[in-house]
């Protein structure tokens, strides 16, 4: 559907109507503390309530204060929700709770932030198609990427995807289209105005390797453009970021993701670029090679648990704190748990 921009206001103040005013409590807010951590914590977290205390449990024995809460992982939701369809796998053991609005109490009790984690542009990347007949993969073949000879990506199976070089990834939806601008504005709006997230956090904001098209900065940049708009008109403050890839030159060239510029110019509050590096010194060297006109000061740092042991996250934490970069950011919740050496590691920060 192409929505004309009168009828996304009449959508916008719909919205409003049958949400209500926003009568959530404050957004919690951790006292400015430098160093900090945070967890990107995936999906399965919300499948059950002893899942999501294990999770609490964690981050909060690291001594991290900020969660990246996954909720929405390809284009389905775990939360209820009037815009994306729900996940193949539901939450149980939560009653007539709403499993999000439940984790987001017990997470601020713990005096912990969550960010909403939305995977934005990835449509699919399991080998079997979704089960549900209405999520956009059935629903709109026509909305994905294009590739340079015009061919949708969309009518790859996940062997062409792999052999093409997405080993991985997935199916992108195209930020161009106006369509998936609109569903996706409309889902984060729904998110924003029913639950009092302390961010929105947006992962694959971006085209996939290799399928870009000329414009496709413009094209992302565009859709950023618009949820920032729609997010400060309907929750001032809330704060904003993305993860991205850690090298800009390589981002915007292969990826359409010119993330200094999003800084630049406001788009987005904060960026979280994924340095998944083996050893200390690669990863420092790859943030202390950004540009001056990169705000460290805005920039999270993300690491694998997998690639570095917790002494080495240590001295990351404490030398990056040093040069102006206010935390860093563990992938992942699940790892933390298999990883050797993280069960029991004690804390990141002082």
């Known amino acids: 559907m192409n929505l004309p921009a009168t009828l996304l206001v009449v959508h916008i103040l719909a919205l409003f109507h049958f949400a209500g005013a926003p009568s959530m409590t404050p957004l919690f807010r951790v006292s400015p503390a430098v160093p900090r951590c945070a967890v990107w ?3 399965n977290a919300l499948q059950s309530p002893d899942a999501w205390k294990q999770a609490l449990d964690r981050t909060e ?3 991290c204060d900020r969660i990246y809460l996954q909720v929405s ?3 389905d939701a775990f939360f209820p929700s009037a815009v994306f369809p729900p996940p193949k796998y539901r939450a149980t053991g939560w009653g007539d709770t709403d499993p999000l609005l439940q984790a ?6 713990r005096r912990m932030e969550v960010h909403a984690w939305v995977n934005a542009l990835l ?4 080998p079997a198609a979704p089960s549900d007949p209405a999520h956009v993969y059935f ?3 026509d909305w994905f990427v294009l ?3 015009g061919r949708s990506m969309r009518a790859l199976d996940r062997q062409a995807l792999d052999r093409a070089g997405l080993v991985g990834e997935g199916w992108f939806l195209d930020p161009g289209r106006v369509e998936v601008r609109t569903e996706l504005r409309r889902f984060l709006l729904d998110l924003a105005l029913r639950y009092p997230v302390d961010g929105i956090h947006l992962d694959y904001i971006r085209y996939p390797a290799g399928w870009k098209p000329a414009d496709g900065d413009a094209r992302v940049e565009r859709l950023l453009a618009l949820v920032r708009q729609d997010l400060d008109r309907v929750r001032p403050g809330l704060v904003l970021s993305a993860a991205v890839l850690p090298r800009p030159a390589e981002a ?5 993701q010119d993330w200094p510029a999003w800084l630049e110019r406001g788009l987005v509050d904060e960026v979280v670029p994924m340095v998944y590096r083996d050893d200390v010194g690669a990863v420092l060297g790859t943030i202390e090679a950004y540009p001056a006109s990169v705000p460290l000061s805005r920039v999270w740092v993300g690491l694998r648990v997998d690639r570095l042991s917790p002494s080495d996250c240590r001295r990351l934490v404490a030398r990056l704190s040093e040069i102006g970069v206010p935390g860093v950011v563990l992938f992942s919740q699940n790892s933390l748990g298999e990883s050797r050496g993280w069960r029991g590691s004690g804390r990141l920060v002082p």
């Open 139 to 141: 629903s709109h073949p």
């Open 73 to 75: 992982g390809r284009w």
């Open 104 to 109: 987001l109490g017990e997470a601020h009790a």
């Open 61 to 63: 024995q690291l001594g």
């Open 41 to 43: 914590v995936v999906r």
């Open 147 to 149: 590739g340079p000879d």
């Open 252 to 256: 915007e060239r292969s990826f359409g």
């Open 123 to 126: 449509a699919w990347s399991a």
